[in-house]
């Protein structure tokens, strides 16, 4: 079945030691999407690629960054992570333009020590 | 800018029961695309229904019911017979042409079907 898969399911890092989160799609979806969900939350987007075309939202901090190599596979990047940044990442892809609904893989759990 | 408004933060039932989630937007743009996500408790979001702006014609789909109100900004979700399979958060989100077609969501629902 096509899909949206995340790896780790969950992740556990230390205070200001980088961690990479991987999310990958069988969907072939030119738009991909990365999340932070804190509990009980909505999701916030962090940036998404339309293909290649990498969008960083105003309010993502530095701290985060995101390469996407190729069309399957997109990564998180946390360079130096703080406690404030233990949460749940979603990833989620959908189709090129404006009204698409987004499918969403099962998530990432960070824990920061 | 868009603005999607979820005021129950959580609702009880018991199974059987009929409920229904609020889901009030905001929004500039004409053109517009309005989504439910459920969310288990395994934490996958999981897409249930899309309604462009241009087409308020209720759905059901089974034991689920959609109402889209433009006139009061509202796209409700109603879930008949409830069962303990629907306890999750579930999510309502606006899409609008003029913003990259990313989407806003509101803050969920979480709801709890007890037996």
């Known amino acids: 079945d096509a899909m949206v898969i995340q790896n780790p399911r969950y992740q556990v890092t230390q205070f200001g030691k980088p961690v990479t989160l991987s999310c990958s799609q069988t969907?072939?979806?030119?738009?991909m999407y990365w999340y932070q969900q804190k509990s009980s939350q909505a999701p916030k987007l962090l940036f998404h690629?339309?293909?290649?075309?990498?969008?960083n939202e105003a309010d993502t901090p530095d701290n985060f960054q995101s390469r996407r190599p190729n069309t399957s596979f997109c990564f998180l990047d946390i360079r130096s992570p703080g406690l404030g940044d233990a949460a749940m990442y979603l990833c989620?892809?959908?189709?090129?333009?404006?009204?698409?609904?987004?499918?969403f893989g099962p998530g990432t759990r960070l824990t920061v020590t | 800018a868009q603005k999607v408004t979820q005021a129950q933060t959580e609702i009880s039932v018991v199974e059987k029961e009929d409920v229904t989630l609020d889901c009030v937007y905001e929004?500039?743009?004409?053109?517009?695309?309005l989504f439910w996500y459920k969310q288990p408790p395994s934490g996958e979001l999981v897409f249930l229904i899309r309604?462009?702006?241009?087409?308020?014609q209720n759905e059901i789909s089974g034991r689920y019911s959609w109402n889209f109100q433009k006139s009061t900004s509202s796209f409700n979700f109603t879930i008949t017979a409830s069962q303990v399979v629907d306890s999750a958060v579930y999510f309502c989100a606006l899409s609008e042409k003029n913003n990259a077609g990313k989407s806003t969501f509101g803050d969920g629902t979480t709801l709890t079907v007890k037996p």
């Open positions: 989620a892809t959908s189709g090129t333009g404006y009204g698409y609904e987004q499918y």
């Open positions: 690629y339309y293909d290649k075309d990498f969008n």
């Open positions: 309604r462009n702006s241009f087409d308020e």
């Open positions: 969907l072939n979806h030119n738009v």
């Open positions: 929004t500039r743009d004409t053109t517009y695309y």
